[in-house]
């Protein structure tokens, strides 16, 4: 068998096209463009592009980005300080706020993350937002969550009854996806397994996988054998390796071997994280939505 490639950069085109539309009509509606503010600390490459590339994805659909550069030196209260004032938003113009992530190491990010207003938290980090999420009544979900899930609606397979095995257990991904899979409706009701670095035996886990989610930051953690022939297996990881004197990106799946037994495989690059920015946008216009609703 070879998997059917979940393509995530092909769906997120579609739903760029989709929200550009729902943009213009805000503009028209409302006279202004909705406003995404993005921190980003220090000079670590890879946050620098993932910024870029959700800055670039804003600008194509009509979404001013505004990225606010602070060195790595920061310490915590001066950081969740800053992002109050962006917050607090005294001119009325900022629709949403991200704090790019990993923060450096000597600084707190729970206090950072938790100063982002919740009507502005288009990550859907905050306490009041996870809670919300957590009793079925989601404000933002977080983008990669909401990615992973869109992809599996979006490409027919259904959830209802199956069985979820989520690697990973981490705030930003693995948590919120078990919420959104064990919840009802479309893209839920399936019976989840929340497998983390101190599971026993995670193959006896995988393996009984309808569909198996990996989200870890381990290249190629995932092997054919772990793999029910015919499942389908979403790849969150991105992991940057040496190979063949060059780096290159690998997710947590052993993707060739993977793809011969599986059903359906997301691929890394192209895969979930084109989805994470389209879920992003999708979050910044529903809070310039809201909060035009809230002035109105
Ligand atoms: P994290 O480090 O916060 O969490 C990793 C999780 O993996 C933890 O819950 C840990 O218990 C679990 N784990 C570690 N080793 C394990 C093992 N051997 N067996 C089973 N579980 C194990 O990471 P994160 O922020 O959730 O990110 C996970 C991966 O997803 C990373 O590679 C990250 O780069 C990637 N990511 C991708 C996107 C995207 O848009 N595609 C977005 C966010 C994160």
Redesign the pocket.
Known sequence: MTARRLDGRELAGRIERDLSDRVSHFHEKSGRRPRLVVVLVGEVAASASYVKSKAAAAERVGIDAEVVRVPASVQTDDLAALVAAIGRDEQGLVDGILVQLPLPDHVDAVAVLDAVPPDKDVDGFHPENAGLLSQGRPRFIP??AA?VQRMLVDAGIETRGRHAVI????D???KPLALLLAGRGPGGDATVSL?????AD?AAFTRQADILIA????PR?ITADMVKPGATVID????RIEEAGRGRLVG?VDHDPVAAVAGALSPVPG???P??VAMLLENTLQAARDRQAAAA
Do not use: P, W
């Open positions: 983008c990669t990615g690697v990973g257990r981490s930003i991904v693995g497998c983390h670095s101190h599971t995670l989200a870890v930051g381990q953690l969150v990881g991105i992991n947590d895969g979930v994280g989805l994470t």
